[in-house]
């Protein structure tokens, strides 16, 4: 992260090569981690590498950079998701319909107890750190809290962990089928209960409401909006050259009519 920091902080507005250094970066890190004698989690290590981009090296990339590479990732990161998602699948599926498949109901049931605890276990760490968060200034209410402790959903790196364990031949075979399944399972769990229920619970708990003096900032903004463009038009109206101008229709055009304040 620091040498790639380092390199992007040298490299003006060239956004092949500034987006060819983020992904070379990232295959040095893989190898790094898988390839020498660390043998550390690749994944974990990517992971880690992107906070320190975030935090750091973002202000490196050049700002016509930034679009082209937000893309290029952006198309990457779905593309691999995509990939692990249909893996995954394909796995779990021939495990659970193998004929000496060592899932059974028990591992079902086991399943919908582990994805209760899980949110269990990120709401009582969630709450852990309300206070201290409150303290540097970050502003954790116990609504933001509940939406955080429910929005865990469980996607593309657990899975990919899980994955990689599956191809582990180190670890035992019942071990490794368990692991997949029950990682799977969590994140199907996740992504059709949680994911399709989050919108009514910000809603029930209100985070969508617009604070009064957001409203107030708003209004204030639109009236502006108005006042300027009628002063522009009244401007425009007294030139011989904007005689022919439907004043009307360039109202409408313009939209301040349906814009609510």
Known sequence: GIASSFWLRRIINNSILETNLTIFRAYLMFYYDEGTVFKVSSILGLVC????????????????????????????????????????????????????????WADWLKCLVLYIFLHLIRAGVIFAIKWPMNKIG?????????????????????????????LD??????????????????????????????????RKLGLM?????????????????????????????SKKNFGKVDWDKLKEIAGTDKVKG
Not at 142 to 165: C, D, H, N, P
Not at 181 to 196: C, K, Q, R, S, Y
């Open 49 to 104: 590498l992107g906070h320190y981009m975030t935090k750091e090296g973002k202000t490196k990339v050049s700002a016509m950079s930034e679009e082209t590479m937000h893309h290029i990732w952006s198309y990457l990161g779905y593309s691999c998701e995509t990939l692990v998602f249909i893996f995954a699948g394909i796995i779990i599926t021939l495990q659970v319909w193998e004929e000496d498949s060592v899932i059974g």
């Open 169 to 202: 031949h180190d670890v035992n075979h019942e071990i490794r089928d368990i692991v997949v399944f029950h990682t799977a399972f969590i994140a199907i769990l996740t992504l059709v209960i949680n994911g399709t229920t989050m919108g009514f619970l910000v």
């Open 209 to 237: 409401r617009m604070p009064e003096v957001k409203k107030k900032m708003l209004r204030n903004l639109i009236k502006a909006y108005r006042k300027e463009v009628n002063e522009t038009i009244e401007t425009l109206k």
């Open 138 to 166: 970050y502003g954790l209410g116990w609504k933001e809290a509940i939406v955080l402790s429910y929005a865990g959903l469980r996607g593309a790196v657990s899975l990919l962990l899980a994955i990689m364990v599956k």
